[in-house]
């Protein structure tokens, strides 16, 4: 199973901080996605990194994936209060981790 | 634009009872997907079809059928309802290549079996 573990499961910061979320996974994988899910909603795509990149920004969002150790970031710069759901990653696609949840207060 | 449509939103149902949730995409997508997301547990894979014609199990299959009905519609059907399988369901649907592309998700179904 590709199954992505990410770490912390909650995170609280203030507006304006930055969040950082990692994920670990298994076996090799041609891809790593993100997703943010909001309460009481269906899961939004945020970013997807192959496995030959390093690194992927959108946005406020930068993504780094190191398929030596197995490991993926996600990184949330100046943090806003709409910022606050669940983040998840999935490990070639098809597998969810538990997820952290982000509260970002104001 | 609707995206994924899912079909109820909430549903109480008894044990034994049967019961067909409903998915539809309007982005003419390939491939389809049904999760379920329990608490502390994040998504599982129930089923999934990569194209219209072929459905292949997925994690946690057990107790559950599909049926992808033409290219939009992809239904998860219940034969007889334990209170194990009471959770949020999830529908998604992607472009070609099944674990390659983004997928796009419904907002679900809340389902309670007592």
């Known amino acids: 199973s590709q199954q992505g573990e990410e770490d912390p499961q909650a995170l609280s910061i203030q507006e304006g901080e930055n969040a950082t979320m990692n994920c670990s996974y298994k076996?090799?994988?041609?891809?790593l996605q993100w997703y943010r899910q909001n309460s009481g909603r269906g899961l939004v795509h945020l970013i997807l990194?192959?496995?030959?990149?390093r690194e992927k920004h959108s946005g406020r969002l930068r993504v780094t994936l190191d398929t030596s150790k197995k490991s993926s970031s996600l990184l949330i710069t100046a943090s806003r209060a709409a910022d606050t759901a669940s983040y998840f990653c999935?490990?070639?696609?098809?597998?969810f981790g538990a997820g952290t949840i982000l509260r970002v207060k104001s | 634009n609707a995206g994924v449509t899912q079909t109820p939103k909430f549903q109480v149902l008894k044990t034994g009872q049967s019961m067909t949730l409903q998915c539809a995409q309007d982005m003419n997508h390939n491939s389809m997907y049904w999760y379920r997301q329990d608490p502390g547990m994040g998504l599982r894979l129930i089923y999934y079809s990569a194209s219209e014609g072929t459905t292949d199990k997925g994690e946690v299959p057990n107790g559950y059928n599909v049926s992808r009905l033409n290219k939009r519609e992809f239904s998860l059907r219940l034969e007889s309802a334990a209170p194990s399988q009471t959770s949020v369901y999830f529908c998604?649907?992607?472009?070609?290549?099944?674990?390659?592309?983004?997928?796009?998700f419904g907002d679900g179904t809340r389902l309670s079996i007592l």
């Open positions: 998604a649907s992607s472009d070609f290549g099944v674990s390659n592309q983004p997928q796009h």
């Open positions: 990194i192959r496995s030959n990149e």
């Open positions: 076996t090799s994988i041609n891809n």
């Open positions: 999935a490990p070639s696609g098809l597998v």
